[in-house]
């Protein structure tokens, strides 16, 4: 029977680690969601994200997980009549391709093996063959601990397809690798605060560009929780069209003060340095999933080229030291293995996490 008393450090790609001062702001008197209070909270904390997301454009707060706004990007983004291009490189950018097909929207699908890449060259093929009103790009697959190489494809877009929305999920990109929104000319980014905001799950932030804005609109069908138009006119009074998830944003504002203060550069290097070291330590031990030049900075999957039990590890570890990493995802279990490097984990942390693997493989 689980301990929940005593439950395991987690090093799992999401939820992972969260510390105890921003476990204690969930615990804070909670407010009225139409009061002057939360108005103050809700405003301050998507000022200070917009500073942290490179934007000055609108930044949204939803209940829910970042799976709601793949759908929220469709509906608001993507006629009944027009056809999205899904680029798919893992199990969650194939996820968001069904999701579109669900929503009743056409969808023509970029496959790409697992742990390869989606480049421009390949996207600019696809797209100057067909009329696509928007794509879907994945910015770190978190299956295959691959990032996409987003500013190449980025600069390829609005060269040649100025007029193709760009919907982005950086679920665990976002804050742990650079996204400078404006810049990049992304229509939607969105991530979940269980990453590298190292939030307990519950809330998802969501970048929305004003053309993104301007295309919702003239869509129907957009529905009513995500309808980017209701959440505008909320978010101009500095609230949510729903009774949000106040506690979250309490931890959400106390975390986005902290980044400000380190300095989003310096937590990018940060989580550079951990994910060299992890690779480093990977490739010695085993091998890396993806091309190392493509290799997510918070998160690495590992090549089980030595045909460990994984479970087996996993369990022992929890066992004697109440902590787990990360089997692979989907196909690749057994396959691989998965460390998350991200948020309020450090060095420390992991090169305690890798002595102990290594005494378990050894």
Known sequence: MTNWKKPPRLFIPGPVLVKDDVLQQLARPTLGHRLKEYAQLHGETTQMLKKLLFTEQNVFLSTSSASGIWE???????????????????????????????????????????????????????????????????????????????????????????????????????????????????????????KAFAIPPGLAVAAVSNRAMEKSKDTPNRGYYFDFQLWAKSNEKNQTLVTPNIPHIMALNYQCKKLLDEGIENVWKRHKQMGDFVRAWAKENFDLFCDQKYASNTLTAIKNTKGINVAETINAMQEKHNTVFGNGYGKLKEQTFRIAHMGDINLEDLKELISWIDDEIR
């Open 72 to 194: 929220a990007a469709i509906r608001n983004c993507v006629g009944l009549d027009e056809t999205v291009l899904c680029t798919c490189c893992g199990a969650f950018s194939d996820k968001w391709a069904t999701v579109a097909k669900n929503c009743g929207r056409k969808v023509h699908e970029m496959k790409v093996d697992w742990g390869k890449p989606v480049l421009p060259e390949m996207l600019d093929e696809k797209l100057a063959a067909g009329k696509y009103s928007a794509v879907t790009l994945v910015h770190n697959e978190t299956s295959t601990g691959l990032t996409n190489p987003v500013e190449q494809i980025s600069q390829m877009l609005k060269q040649k397809y100025p007029d193709v929305l760009v919907l982005v999920d950086s679920v665990s990109g976002m804050i742990g690798l650079p996204l400078k929104f404006d810049e990049l000319g992304w229509d939607v980014a969105f991530a979940s605060v269980q």
